[in-house]
């Protein structure tokens, strides 16, 4: 079959974090997506990440952020309102799976592995103005205790809890008007794919928070329920085997079935529309 055109977009981006007073005066170029699985997963460096992120906050706009693995890809491959939802985000690569997407379709990776449990540590760290910091999600008691680990770790910042992840319908308004009395800064939104990002796609708006990020389950490493890979597993890109090793039950579906179903989803990708540049 005959290859498709180039399928890069472009919007804008930030090239570096700066503090308060430098926020929105910088000419901001333009940065490349590309589609894996019917995403548009933006190409960017770590430093260009957490710039636009911060630039977010710090010019008062609105952003809905999320990081896509290969488990998201999956989920959202027969799910056409939730790939039009991810067009309004800020979609960051995270995991070697869409790095692997990106090579077979693309013929190169991307330029940084995003994901989000070392993203917010960073940006925390170099965000250089207190920052109100929501989260929300995640079972009963665990945002509490990674509130309590952030504020010793981060004291410029403010931290506090919304709700757990396991709220009713009924007390879905009150939740959201909580968060509107509040507006924080960033929101962090714990509740797993893809129930997070259609939460923010459908029921957060500027008058919520400047920035809403889906976080998946951020907050267990946060407050220290699951530990992280030691860190020659993580370089070696490794980190997906180490947690199935820990959570088999909970997490052998998205792995053992769902890594080979993305290669599938990545194989048919390039049958259909060949080599890509981006």
């Known amino acids: 079959m005959g290859r498709r055109a180039p399928t890069e977009s472009t919007v804008p981006a930030t090239a570096s974090l700066t503090i308060a007073s430098?926020?929105?005066?910088?000419?901001?170029?333009?940065?490349?997506?590309?589609d894996i699985g019917g995403i548009g997963i933006a190409v960017m460096e770590r430093e260009t990440a957490i710039a636009e992120v911060a630039d977010a906050v710090l010019t008062g706009g609105h952003m809905k952020l999320a990081f896509c693995n290969a488990n998201l890809v999956n989920v959202a491959a027969d799910n056409a309102a939730l790939q039009r939802s991810l067009s309004t985000f800020l979609?960051?690569?995270?995991g070697i799976g869409v790095d692997l997407g990106s090579w077979m379709l693309y013929g190169k990776s991307f330029p940084a592995n995003?994901?989000?449990?070392?993203?917010?540590?960073?940006?925390?760290a170099r965000f250089d103005r207190p920052m109100r910091v929501a989260l929300l999600g995640g079972r009963p008691g665990v945002a509490d205790r990674a509130v309590a680990n952030l504020a010793q770790r981060y004291p410029a910042h403010r931290f506090s809890v919304v709700s757990h992840g396991y709220f009713s319908a009924e007390e879905e308004p009150a939740l959201l008007d909580k968060l509107k009395a509040q507006r924080p800064d960033l929101l962090l939104v714990a509740m797993g794919n893809p129930l997070q990002e259609r939460?923010?796609?459908?029921?957060?708006?500027?008058?919520?928070a400047l920035v809403a990020a889906g976080v998946g389950a951020l907050f267990d490493f946060f407050a220290d329920e699951v530990?992280?890979?030691?860190?020659?597993?993580?370089?070696?890109?490794?980190e997906w085997m180490y947690r199935l090793w820990l959570e088999p039950r909970r997490l052998w579906r998205r792995y053992v079935l769902g890594n080979p179903a993305f290669l599938m989803r990545m194989a048919r990708q390039y049958a259909v529309g060949g080599r890509r540049s981006g």
């Open 91 to 94: 979609v960051l690569a995270d």
């Open 22 to 34: 430098e926020a929105g005066s910088r000419k901001r170029p333009g940065y490349a997506k590309r």
């Open 199 to 208: 939460f923010i796609a459908d029921k957060l708006g500027p008058q919520h």
């Open 227 to 238: 530990p992280r890979a030691p860190e020659l597993v993580r370089q070696v890109r490794l």
């Open 114 to 124: 995003l994901n989000g449990t070392d993203f917010f540590p960073t940006l925390f």
